[in-house]
């Protein structure tokens, strides 16, 4: 359990919050492409009560924007400004 939550965390995900994570990097890919290569998502967990099928959407939004950024160049600003406008 995550401190302060009544929910269960469980191993992997739920097909439903599998699709949501490849549509929105479909969909961040689709604005600004990464390039070639194969993105894979291998490991992840869900609550069982509290997880919902767009934050996982928003989570694959994320994941694919932050591997567009260049990591010699990025700040602090623009990482939390990724995070706080996906929240």
Do not use: W
């Amino acid at each position: 359990m995550l401190p302060g939550f009544t929910d269960q965390v469980r191993r992997g995900l739920p097909r439903e919050y599998a699709d949501s994570v490849m549509e929105g990097a479909i969909y961040t890919n689709s604005i600004s492409p990464l390039g070639s290569g194969v993105l894979q998502f291998n490991c992840a967990a869900h609550g069982e009560v509290g997880s919902s099928p767009n934050a996982f959407r928003q989570l694959g939004e994320m994941v694919t924007r932050l591997l567009q950024m260049d990591p010699s160049s990025v700040t602090v600003e623009q990482l939390l400004d990724l995070i706080q406008h996906k929240l």
